[in-house]
């Protein structure tokens, strides 16, 4: 079976789907519905009509709902009680028969944590997997369930993944921002393995690896790759920023295809290798740009698999109208091995 490539595609992207991205994805994440007063929102989703147009492109072309996102909060209310669980669950399959989808993603940031000023609770690591199986119950067997993690053992500390990848088809780990907004130091956000000196010990392999310890079988992970790019400014020139301390936080940075009009040696920054992560990064100076490229895209696809995973999603289609991306996502996949 081929690995699966999914892109998340947010309410603005979605015009901009093409023949060619509908031929290479075999799902589309659509972003985002969110929870109100205990229900599913769909409001944000106001070019949600493209879908038919998408699928008409390719027929075979999965569309999923992902629900949540950074900031999104409502989740821990209303997973709280069996009847908030049932009566979400229920207003997701209408949204999911009305407009003829195939499956809801929870995108939840995160449970048990208010990092992103949500509402949390202990008991969300519980809730979270009963919410799951409400979705579950409700869409049926042959509708997908799918998640959306974080990559850090934070996640896995406060959920129940074994019981959860039993739920879900797939769980989406979120192999980006494993440096965000919340570290000074400034190194790979989305590299494939851990940098000798790299202090935060973050990487994809990583991730996996946790995630399979934790329960989630490895022919039910989906690795992630990031479209668009962090950046740290007021490094010293040591060791090209690399692994340095920074006047700011991991900013979030330009898409890929504005990295290679602007900044991709040119302007001052010199694209630079990290072979031990498998990763690209720019500095100038005194400031540094992680990314993913087409390079780094093509040995994630090599891992997943030699890894025997089930394939490879990205955040977020609009950030790379170059097409570059995902056109090696797609070269590399659908090579025979």
């Known amino acids: ?52 147009r998408i699928r008409a492109l390719n027929p075979k072309l999965k569309f999923v709902l992902s629900v949540g996102g950074w900031g999104a909060g409502g989740f821990s209310i209303m997973s709280r009680t069996a009847a908030g669980r049932e009566a979400f669950a229920a207003s997701c399959l209408r949204e999911v028969e009305k407009y003829a989808l195939d499956g809801i993603d929870i995108d939840w940031e995160y449970p048990c944590d208010n990092s992103a000023e949500i509402d949390c609770d202990p008991s969300d690591k519980q809730n979270f997997t009963y919410l799951l199986r409400a979705l579950r119950d409700a869409l049926g067997e042959k509708r997908i369930v ?81 479209f668009y790019s962090r950046r740290w400014d007021g490094l010293p020139d040591v060791n090209h920023g690399l692994f340095q301390q920074a006047q700011t936080m991991g900013q979030y940075g330009p898409g890929y295809a504005r990295l290679a009009e602007e900044f991709i040696n040119k302007n001052g920054f010199t694209r630079y290798w990290d072979d031990d992560a498998k990763a690209p990064y720019l500095f100038n100076g005194s400031s540094l740009i992680s990314y993913d490229d087409p390079e780094s895209i093509r040995l994630k696809c090599g891992y997943l698999r030699a890894e025997g995973l ?9 950030s790379d109208p170059s097409r570059q991306l995902l056109g090696a996502m797609w070269e590399a996949l659908r090579t025979p091995a």
């Open 146 to 226: 799918s998640i959306a993690a974080g990559a850090g053992n934070y996640f896995i500390e406060d959920t129940e993944m074994d019981k959860v990848a039993a739920i879900c088809d797939y769980v989406q780990i979120m192999t980006y921002d494993i440096r965000s907004g919340f570290q000074r130091e400034a190194g790979h956000h989305t590299g494939l393995f851990t940098s000798p000196g790299d202090r935060l010990n973050g990487s994809v392999k990583a991730s996996v690896d946790a995630f399979h310890a934790a329960g989630v079988p490895r022919e039910k992970i989906v690795i992630g790759a990031a």
């Open 1 to 52: 079976m081929d690995e699966l490539i999914l892109g998340y595609v947010t309410n603005r992207a979605l015009e901009g789907v093409t023949q060619e991205d509908a031929n290479r994805l075999t799902h589309i994440n659509l972003a985002f519905g969110k929870v109100k007063d205990g229900l599913l929102d769909m409001r944000e989703l106001t070019n949600i009509g493209e879908v038919a």
């Open 310 to 318: 089930l394939g490879i999603m990205y955040w977020e289609h609009g």
